[in-house]
């Protein structure tokens, strides 16, 4: 047992066991990870996007494509989290629109607290966008929305809806922001 501090008191927490990272190296807790904040926990599950510069949610996600996660002792809706860790509470009432109609996003600059109909009128521009996409038979990097490498992740509010993520590109940056984050850590670590 060793024992932190958190929010003003002492807390006793258990060294646990070896766990691995998502490529796969197994560490072991340092003791100070043993317990994560909010905000920590929230950004392990998110894999930027280089071409939409979306945030794609990597952990649970409901039926309908939006991230899931636990965070202040109740269930969130990702992308709602992700405004209140970053942009601050969502005023009474509002809706929260996403800009890039991804479900999977949580980039705060790509969502906004609007009213319900501001949602639904902004529906019929995205719509235009989102056919366009479909035309579209490679990313930018060149590598091909066909097969293994074409991840589709539905857009709840128009029925056809899909955006399409090449998985070759998706996978890079999530290995390049794991290394970063290693690193990040493990200077935080020595001081
Ligand atoms: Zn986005
Ligand atoms: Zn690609």
Redo the contacts with the bound molecule.
């Keep these: 047992m060793l024992a932190i501090m958190e929010a003003g008191r002492e807390v006793l927490v258990t060294p646990s066991r070896p766990y691995h990272t998502r490529s796969g190296e197994s560490r072991m807790p340092t003791g100070h990870y043993t317990r994560k904040s909010e905000f920590e926990r929230f950004m392990q599950f998110v894999s930027p996007e280089p071409m939409s510069g979306c945030w794609l949610w990597f952990g649970a996600a409901n039926q309908n494509g939006y991230g899931v996660v636990r965070a202040h002792g109740k269930s969130y809706l990702a992308h709602r989290l992700s405004h209140e860790l970053f942009k601050g509470p969502i005023p009474t009432g509002l809706h929260i629109d996403h800009l890039c109609r991804t479900p999977a996003c949580v980039n705060p600059d790509h969502i906004e607290a609007v009213t319900c109909g501001e949602n639904s009128r902004r529906g019929n521009v995205y719509e235009v966008n989102r056919v366009l996409q479909l035309l579209k038979t490679h990313?930018?990097?060149?590598?091909p929305y066909l097969g293994d490498?074409l991840v589709e992740v539905p857009c709840p509010r128009i029925s056809t809806g899909i955006n399409r993520i090449?998985r070759?590109?998706r996978n890079k940056r999530a290995r390049e922001w794991a290394r970063r984050e290693r690193q990040r850590n493990g200077s935080n670590h020595r001081s």
């Design positions: 990313c930018p990097q060149g590598h490498n090449c070759t590109c």
